[in-house]
């Protein structure tokens, strides 16, 4: 068996204004829950989760980023390796809607020289009765981006999986195309590793963490893992 136990890794970001609901949804997405005092996110945190895209096994690399302005200097530094994303705005404020243009030129000038793929997100429509920005504009901006609209709640988790499954789904059209390249030493698309040692107990596998990391202890894991075996 020498396909790896996932056909594609994408690395995906989470971007938008602070407190539109990024953590939330990826919180929602992965553990399937809903925490009402998520704790503000501080610089960047990594979080990973397998989904199946068409009968494929993909792994998603997701990076929650803080939209607060003084990390914003460390975030730029993600852009440059990130396949694609979710670009986050609450329809209950309508000031992070009107931010999305900005945030939109910035991921663009820094990803360079790769195109991301978004999704745009209209997070919090549990709340639709304190609507500010109506379903019309958002499918406007995201059509007028060439991105895909959807609304969403990381409370009740309406459209939240949906949400990562159609742009994975758009990511790997993209990748069978070759409209989007993998390439070595670029992060944004990796092609899944082969199972070392695989037909015995205990072989190599990649999939078996997926809670919020640090970047140290990621880096500490990823090299535990290459020599074998179990969870940290
Ligand atoms: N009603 C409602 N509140 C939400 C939703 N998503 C997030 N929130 C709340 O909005 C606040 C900010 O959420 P957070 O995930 O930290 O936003 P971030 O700064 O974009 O990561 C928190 O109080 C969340 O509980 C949602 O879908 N519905
Ligand atoms: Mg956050």
Not at 55 to 63: A, E, F, N, R, V
Not at 181 to 197: A, C, F, I, Y
Request: proline share 2%.
């Amino acid at each position: 068996m020498a396909d790896g136990n996932y056909l594609y890794q994408f690395r995906l970001i989470m971007i938008g204004q602070s407190t539109v609901g990024k953590s939330s949804l990826l919180r929602q997405f992965k553990e399937g829950e809903y925490f009402p005092d998520i704790s503000l996110t501080v610089g960047v945190d990594f979080h990973a989760k397998m989904i199946k895209v068409n009968g494929h096994s993909i792994k998603l690399q997701l990076w929650d980023t803080a939209g607060q302005d003084r990390f914003r200097a460390i975030v730029k530094a993600y852009y440059r390796n990130a396949v694609g994303g979710l670009l986050v705005f609450d329809i209950t404020n309508r000031e992070s809607f009107a931010s999305l243009d900005d945030w939109y030129e910035e991921v663009m000038k820094y990803a360079e020289p790769h195109k991301p793929v978004f999704v745009l997100v209209g997070n919090k429509d549990d709340q639709s009765r304190q609507r500010q920005v109506t379903k019309e504009e958002g499918l406007q901006f995201a059509k007028s981006h060439n991105m895909d609209y959807i609304e969403t709640s990381a409370k009740s988790g309406h459209n939240v999986e949906e949400t990562f499954q159609r742009l994975s789904g758009r990511i790997l059209q993209m990748v069978n195309s070759g409209e989007i390249k993998v390439e070595d030493g670029w992060d944004g698309v990796k092609r899944g590793e082969p199972l070392l040692g695989a037909g015995k107990k205990g072989a190599y596998r990649d999939n078996s963490y997926d809670s919020t990391v640090s970047l140290e202890r990621d880096r500490r894991y990823q090299s535990s893992e290459r020599k074998c075996c179990g969870r940290n």
